[in-house]
């Protein structure tokens, strides 16, 4: 049996339940009281799958997520993304599910709940890849979808995608935190179902990054997980992850997680520095326009994710996570500004000693390269791209004979 659990209080309500907050205003979790299958179970269906769930790298851990048949599900499937190894450092590249980006796996088990719910309207705020992953998800399963976005300031890739999948766009004038407060309050009163990250089924289908890696080195637990932090849905995620992971007895031991956030939108950040005394909010701006959140609406979750794992929080700058963005582009991986922040962390946490030599980390890249083509022209070097006469002279005088 399933419930929804109030992360504060001894509060719970049933599992069908429109809700995503306690009467007490703190946020729920989906639990259960059964316990978890065993871990070869999913590695029988990564090895042989026999359906459309069994291929997803969500679905696969079904069990584990949602309780539903199998034919209620939509899924395109998402997941299964690879884990690419790179001068000791493993990249989980999330750009690769079928929206671009991590989002499509908190999205599919969202979707199918709101299905469930008979859910007619589904919305979000959104800096872009929620928006695209919701308006796909929402196309297959013929709902309407609505998104707010922060007016001019999301990537043009992004909107388009949205657009092409047929969302209805809400350009807000404002910021991310002020399109998020909107979007609150408009499900509400309009009775559409919010799929932020504040919904709980996000979370459960985004703990499956960290089960699909975890399966993907074997079940041997690595020492860091690496990843940027905004709206800290996926630090929660990764949170729950790996204590239903150890409880269940698929690891014997907790990676740290490492939440890395911009410095222009370092919330997070700062409440680290305090040993989370206060909950900040800042007014936020960076060129990593995924995580450019100033208020983050997951953060008690995401405190409990890092005090869990003796994890910690870092930041970086601009100027940082742009120039590990050219050393993940130039891996021949690629990966959209926020994604970035892990390698620019790990080698700021290198460089303090507090990560070391030897020891075994996974950068968890986000987005895809495609998602900001802006953010690459910006960086582009002059001679690397130069408009010609279609004469073989003029190549000559480029590239030389
Ligand atoms: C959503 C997103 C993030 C941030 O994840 P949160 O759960 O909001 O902390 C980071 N990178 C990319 C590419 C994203 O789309």
């Known amino acids: 049996m399933q419930r929804l659990q109030c992360i504060a209080c001894s509060n719970h309500f049933p599992i069908d339940e429109v809700r995503y907050t306690c009467d007490c205003g703190n946020l729920l979790s989906v639990e259960r009281d059964t316990p978890l299958p065993e871990r070869s179970l999913f590695d029988s269906r990564r090895a042989n799958p026999r359906t459309q769930a069994d291929q997803s790298g969500v679905w696969r851990f079904r069990e584990a997520l949602l309780d539903i048949d199998e034919a209620s599900i939509v899924t395109h499937p998402e997941g299964a993304t690879r884990l690419y190894e790179r001068h000791g450092i493993w990249f989980k590249h999330e750009g690769e599910n079928p929206t671009g980006s991590f989002k499509d796996r908190g999205m599919t088990v969202a979707l199918t709940q709101a299905v469930r719910l008979g859910a007619r309207a589904v919305a979000c705020a959104s800096t872009g890849n929620t928006s695209a992953s919701l308006a796909a998800y929402a196309a297959q399963a013929g709902l309407q979808a609505i998104v707010f976005v922060p007016s001019g ?17 809400l350009q807000v004038r404002g910021d991310f935190d002020t399109a998020m407060r909107l979007v609150r309050e408009a499900c509400d009163r309009l009775g559409i179902y919010l799929l932020n990250s504040i919904n709980p089924f996000r979370i459960e289908g985004q703990k499956t990054i960290v089960w699909e890696l975890l399966q993907d080195l074997s079940w041997n637990a690595p020492d860091w997980i690496v990843l940027p932090a905004g ?6 995620a990764f949170g729950k992850a790996l204590r239903e992971a150890r409880t269940a007895g698929w690891i014997d031991r907790i990676p740290r997680l490492a939440a890395i956030q911009a410095a222009g939108a370092n919330p997070f950040y700062r409440s680290f520095t305090e040993a989370f005394a206060t909950r900040h909010r800042v007014t936020a701006e960076t060129v990593a326009s995924a995580i450019r959140i100033g208020d983050p609406v997951s953060y008690e979750k995401a405190v409990t994710a890092i005090r869990e794992t003796r994890g910690l929080v870092a930041e970086v700058s601009d100027e940082e996570l742009m120039a590990a963005k050219r050393e993940i582009d130039r891996m021949g991986i690629g990966c959209e500004p926020a994604s970035a922040t892990t390698l620019a962390g790990v080698k700021k946490l290198r460089a303090a000693g507090i990560m070391r030599e030897g020891e075994r980390i996974v950068c968890v890249l986000t987005g895809n390269v495609l998602k900001d083509p802006d953010a690459i022209m910006r960086n582009v070097a002059e001679e690397q791209v130069v408009e010609i006469e279609p004469t073989i002279e003029a190549v000559e005088r480029i590239v030389g004979k």
């Open 153 to 169: 300031k999301i990537s043009a890739g992004k909107l388009a995608q949205t657009l092409a999948y047929g969302a209805r766009c």
């Open 231 to 236: 709206n800290l849905g996926n630090t929660s």
